[in-house]
């Protein structure tokens, strides 16, 4: 089975611009999280889905960040603008379901925002 | 909102050695700790879980939780270069299925051969 999969590995994005992550979780997982990692915060949540309903949006990232999940599938983060203090590496997790259920990890993106 | 701290910040041991890691966090009612690896440039990877006090052993790791001291650890016993990475501790926050994890800032460790 492969595990998740993000696209692009890398992206560099100039101050005010869009930028759209992708991210394709396990194959019949029905939980997917967006975190954003960082030297000095560590793991944020960003968003949280189960079954493509959004159960948590990551309340202070809210303003310019946002996720979808268009499918069981495939899902988006959307970064609007964007700003250099968004640099950072997101990763994209899926799990089966259940609250114990290991989350496995997508390898991330590094964003680097000039 | 449930904290999670991880000591020590870094940690460099010779090939062989035991290492001890901790993990402390501050709501009693968490449910499961988990321990993740991430190497460079890749997404963290689940080691090895707990939920109830006590110990668990997986290989070479161990875990201990005292829930009492609201404390974990997880110990690799013959460390090995490849276990150079950062290690992460993770807290399940609420009992029901719809749990996230909280995650500490986590313990880089170097294995020197």
């Known amino acids: 089975d492969a595990g998740v999969t993000q696209t692009p590995r890398h992206e560099v994005a100039e101050k005010g611009q869009t930028i759209i992550l992708k991210c394709e979780p396990v194959?019949?997982?029905?939980?997917l999280f967006w975190y954003r990692q960082t030297k000095i915060q560590g793991l944020e949540l960003l968003s949280y889905?189960?079954?493509?309903?959004?159960?948590?949006d990551g309340g202070a990232f809210k303003d310019r960040f946002k996720a979808e999940m268009l499918n069981s599938s495939f899902s988006t983060l959307k970064i609007q603008p964007t700003e250099p203090k968004d640099s950072a590496v997101y990763l994209c997790?899926?799990?089966?379901?259940?609250?114990?259920?290991?989350?496995?990890f997508g390898p991330g993106t590094r964003l680097l925002v000039l | 909102q449930e904290k999670v701290q991880q000591s020590p910040e870094s940690l460099i041991v010779p090939e062989g050695a035991m290492v001890s890691l901790n993990c402390s966090f501050s709501?009693?009612?968490?449910?499961s700790i988990w321990w993740y690896q991430q190497h460079p440039g890749k997404g963290p990877k689940a080691l090895i879980?707990?939920?109830?006090?006590g110990n668990k052993k997986e290989g070479r790791l161990t875990v201990y939780l005292n829930r009492a001291s609201l404390h974990v650890s997880l110990h690799i016993k013959d460390s090995q270069p490849s276990d150079s990475a950062v290690y992460l501790c993770?807290?399940?926050?609420?009992?029901?299925?719809?749990?996230?994890?909280?995650f500490g800032q986590g313990t880089s460790l170097s294995v020197v051969p």
């Open positions: 997790a899926s799990r089966t379901g259940g609250g114990q259920d290991t989350q496995y």
């Open positions: 194959s019949g997982h029905n939980d």
């Open positions: 889905f189960r079954s493509k309903s959004l159960m948590e």
């Open positions: 709501d009693s009612a968490s449910q």
């Open positions: 879980s707990i939920f109830s006090n």
């Open positions: 993770a807290v399940s926050m609420i009992p029901s299925s719809f749990s996230k994890l909280v």
